[in-house]
């Protein structure tokens, strides 16, 4: 299972940024999936989830700014990102909790990150 992650960029504080992650490869079934993000110095942390169901949970921090969807015919993902602010940057990565076909078990896989910088 591939998670190839787009959309990340410089942009101004108070300013939008789109993400988009999408599942590819011989995948039988997606549960969960999300994004994380790390700033240089800090640990990984989760930034929103979603379930193959629609059901959401946010960190706080970016609660009110931020926005995750889903496609599940597509196995894509995407955080809408508001009014961002200079420590919203960081390296962005999506995560996807995924059964192989041909297996019985779920598995978290992740794409490369994807840089976003929120500067003046």
């Known amino acids: 299972v591939q998670l190839q992650a787009s959309g990340g960029g410089l942009v101004q504080p108070g300013g939008s940024l789109g993400l988009s992650c999408a599942a590819s490869?011989?995948?039988?079934?997606?549960?969960?999936m999300g994004w994380y993000r790390q700033a240089p110095g800090k640990r990984r942390e989760l930034v929103a989830r979603i379930s193959s169901g629609g059901s959401t949970n946010y960190a706080d921090s970016v609660k009110g700014r931020f926005t995750i969807s889903r496609d599940n015919a597509k196995n894509t993902i995407y955080l809408q990102m508001n009014s961002l602010k200079p420590e919203d940057t960081a390296a962005y990565y999506c995560c996807a909790n995924a059964r192989r076909i041909g297996t019985f078990y779920y598995t978290d896989y992740w794409g490369q990150g994807t840089l976003v910088t929120v500067s003046s």
């Open positions: 490869g011989s995948i039988f079934r997606v549960n969960d």
